[in-house]
C-alpha cells in the first residue's frame, strides 16, 4: 500500500522529494491499519487511489488479538480464503478443500461466525452513511466519518478529513457516530449480545 501511494504521490507531484513521500505515504499507512489516529498530511490533497487505498486499509484495521478496529486481518484472510475454496468447488464439485489458517483447519462455524461477521460491520457501514446522509451531510463525508467510527481510525474523508473535525455534524449524526465508535471498540456481536433478553437471564 505505501509502495503505490508513493508512486502515485510521485507521479502527481504531491511531494518533490523521496524521503518526504516515504515518510508521509508510510506514516499514514501505519496509522490508519493500525487505527492509531494521526495524520501528518491531508491525504484528502492526494489523488483518488493513494485515498481509495487508505479507505480500504480503514475497513481492515488492525490485526487478531490487537485493540486496533476494523474487520481485522485474519478475518479478511479467512474470507478470501473461503472464497477461493468456493470457486475451486466450482470447478471441481467433487474435491474436498479445506480452508486452512497456517496449517490448521478451520471449523465451519469459525467461517460462519466471520461471515456473519463482515455482512454485519458492511449493513452496519452502509446504514449508517444513509442515516448521515440523511442529515444533508454528503455521501464521501458520511461514509467517511462512519468508517472512521466504526473502525476508530480517527480522520475520515470530506469534511471530517485529517485537517477537518466533528463540530458541523447534527446532533442526530453524532448520535449515529456514537454508536458506531461503541459498536466497534466493543466488538459488533459483544455489544448486540446485550439486546437479547436471553443473555440477561442467564
Known amino acids: 500500500a505505501t509502495v503505490i501511494i508513493m508512486i502515485f504521490n510521485w507521479r ?3 511531494y518533490l522529494h523521496f524521503g518526504d513521500n516515504f515518510r508521509y505515504s508510510i506514516f499514514q499507512v501505519s496509522s490508519i491499519i493500525t ?6 498530511a491531508d491525504f484528502e490533497l492526494w489523488s483518488v487511489l493513494p485515498q481509495y487505498i487508505l479507505v480500504l486499509l480503514m475497513f481492515i484495521g ?11 486481518v485474519a478475518r479478511i484472510l479467512l474470507i478470501f480464503k473461503h472464497a477461493q ?11 474436498i478443500r ?8 478451520v471449523d465451519k462455524e469459525v ?12 449493513s452496519i457501514f452502509v446504514t449508517a452513511s444513509l442515516l448521515l446522509a440523511a442529515t444533508g451531510m454528503d455521501l464521501v463525508s ?10 476508530n481510525i480517527g480522520p475520515g474523508l470530506g469534511t471530517v478529513g485529517p485537517v477537518d473535525n466533528f463540530a458541523h455534524v447534527p ?15 466493543l466488538e459488533l456481536f459483544t455489544v448486540l449480545v446485550l439486546f437479547f433478553p436471553s443473555f440477561w437471564r442467564k
Open 62 to 72: 488492525g490485526c487478531a488479538g490487537s485493540t486496533g478496529g476494523g474487520i481485522k
Open 98 to 105: 479445506l480452508v486452512k489458517l497456517g496449517h490448521r483447519p
Open 12 to 14: 502527481d507531484a504531491s
Open 142 to 151: 458520511a461514509g467517511g466519518a462512519v468508517i472512521a467510527c466504526l473502525s
Open 35 to 40: 487505527t492509531t489516529g494521526f495524520a501528518t
Open 171 to 185: 446532533s442526530f449524526g453524532k448520535s449515529v457516530l456514537i454508536v458506531c465508535m461503541l459498536m466497534g471498540r
Open 111 to 122: 467461517l460462519q461466525a466471520i461471515l456473519g461477521f463482515f455482512a454485519l460491520f458492511i
Open 85 to 95: 475454496v468456493q470457486v475451486f468447488r466450482l470447478i471441481h464439485p467433487r474435491a
